[in-house]
């Protein structure tokens, strides 16, 4: 039986992970490859770590036919909704290929959009469908995540270079973590990920802190009272704001003194009051 494997569909299904293929490998090997993979004439469409493992080893396997699609976006579109049926997809793929079905449709080409409703397994558990002009709340809720997650998935895959994608994808680093680090120049976040986990959760934090705003500003009374002015990047932009906002710190200080002795005098006043009664 002849059998294609298309590298543009391919790209719907990611790659396994060491321990994964380990896995997979030796149940293929103790039990034989117990489901179908599934073709589209000759064109796999599922199965493809199966295949591949099934044909280094000379595992038999069998093969069903699925001739419910008329174009090729269908098939993409059919992939992607199998692979969001499957518990063990993690919420970065999730969203990964939630955001490629978006892409996918934005097209607009109506054979597209017919497919969306068509083209999904019989038996998956998805969200309602998306179109290309879908929400990032749309998007999130096909993926099964948040909407924030979804922007983090977003920058992760503009800016990301490859071997980050490859460290969140396998877990090694989270979404947040990943989308800080993903701000970086590429050649540090290679540095990052060269380094490990510590050192990517490192970078993150990093760049946190670098888009944190400045604390409050606190001026000190010699007994302990505290005068505060509060600054951030958008009031205090230049050295004259710095300079005017430590002269209105040392106006307030001497005008708590001023009141200071005033009520000193006030209750000596009043004591004397006292004992001339």
């Not at 796999?44 to 008329?70: A, M, P, V």
């Not at 001497?254 to 209750?267: C, D, I």
């Amino acid at each position: 039986m002849s059998i294609t494997v298309n590298e543009e569909l391919r790209k719907y299904i990611d790659p396994l992970t060491g321990s994964e293929r380990a896995m997979l490998e030796r149940s293929l090997l103790a039990e034989g490859c117990r489901d179908a993979l599934v073709l589209w004439g000759d064109i796999l469409i599922d199965g493809h770590n199966r295949y591949e493992i099934c044909q280094k080893h000379g595992i038999e396997f069998k093969t069903i036919q699925n001739n419910s699609f008329e174009t090729i976006e269908q098939v993409m579109l059919w992939m992607i909704d199998n692979q969001l049926s499957r518990r063990s997809v993690t919420d970065f793929q999730r969203g990964m290929l939630a955001l490629r079905k978006k892409e996918l449709l934005a097209t607009g080409n109506p054979a597209r959009q017919a497919a969306e409703s068509e083209a999904a397994p019989a038996d998956a558990t998805v969200a309602p469908a998306i179109t290309g002009k879908a929400s990032r709340k749309d998007v999130a809720q096909i993926a099964g995540v948040s909407s924030h997650t979804i922007g983090q998935i977003e920058k992760i895959q503009k800016t990301a270079t490859p071997e980050l994608i490859d460290a969140v994808r396998v877990g090694t680093i989270s979404i947040g973590a990943a989308a800080a680090v993903a701000s970086l120049p590429g050649n540090e976040q290679v540095a990052a990920v060269a380094g490990g986990k510590k050192e990517m959760q490192l970078a993150a934090r990093q760049v946190r802190e670098a888009k944190a705003p400045p604390k409050s500003a606190v001026a000190k009374e010699g007994n302990g009272e505290e005068v505060t002015a509060l600054a951030s990047s958008d009031s205090v932009e230049s050295n004259s704001e710095v300079a005017a906002l430590k002269a209105m710190i040392s106006k307030l200080s001497a005008e708590n003194l001023a009141l200071k002795e005033q009520v000193s005098m006030l209750t000596a006043a009043l004591d004397d009051a006292r004992r001339a009664a």
